[in-house]
């Protein structure tokens, strides 16, 4: 009797745990931007004649994963266990991307990589760090990146912006992190969009 009595009650423990851990797993969080063109910056709405399409989002390795990047000193970096992206950074980035220049109008046409037609230019992203940083009992978000416009006819990059950012965060949550992540990408890209709408002589082809 006091053996069932001892198994039943190792029974409950363990799945006592396992409920535990379960209740305690995986907040998901989105790097995402809803196109409210009413917050830009250039209202000109002029048009680049041709395609553009939008490249896959290059990401170092140690970034591009569900799980939340966190460096608490200059060559050490953790995963957080049960707080993760929704999707991978690459992917919610591009999309931010994509409506933010569908909204833009900076373009006759964009689209997503691998359409059938041909472009007249490519958007790139290159993302070096996107984390977590925490200092001290400070929570910091990290934020570095590159964006391009290519020519696509000969390969040529014909204009690029390069941010490293890092903005402080009111609490020690995840959630504002990945708030404070949207509104750099979409600040930056809106940075390059005055760039671009004050250098269009140099796209090809020629604006109507």
């Known amino acids: 009797m006091k053996s069932i009595l001892s198994i039943s009650l190792g029974l409950m423990i363990l799945l006592s745990g396992c409920l535990s851990e379960k209740a305690a797993i995986n907040r998901h969080y989105t790097i995402e931007w809803t196109d409210d063109r009413k917050e830009a910056e250039a209202p000109d709405t002029s048009l680049i004649g041709g395609l553009c399409e939008i490249d896959q989002v290059e990401i170092s ?21 049960y ?12 999309e931010v991307i994509r409506t933010y220049l569908e909204g833009a109008g900076l373009f006759e046409n964009v689209s997503a990589r691998f ?23 400070q929570f910091l978000a990290h934020l570095n990146l590159e964006f391009r416009i290519i020519n ?48 269009m002589g140099d796209f090809i082809p020629e604006i109507p």
């Open 61 to 81: 390795p140690l970034y591009e994963k569900t799980q939340i990047v966190n460096r608490s000193d200059s060559h050490e970096v953790t995963y957080y266990r």
């Open 83 to 94: 707080h993760q992206w929704a999707i991978r950074p690459s992917v919610a980035v591009m």
């Open 115 to 137: 359409s059938r037609a041909i472009p007249d230019y490519r958007f790139t992203t290159t993302i070096r760090q996107l984390e977590v940083i925490e200092n001290k009992n």
């Open 152 to 199: 696509n006819a000969d390969g040529s990059t014909l204009l690029e912006h390069r941010a490293d950012r890092t903005e402080s965060l009111d609490k020690k949550e995840l959630n504002l992190f990945a708030s404070a992540v949207s509104h750099m990408l979409v600040s930056e890209l809106r940075t390059f969009e005055v760039m671009i709408r004050n250098q």
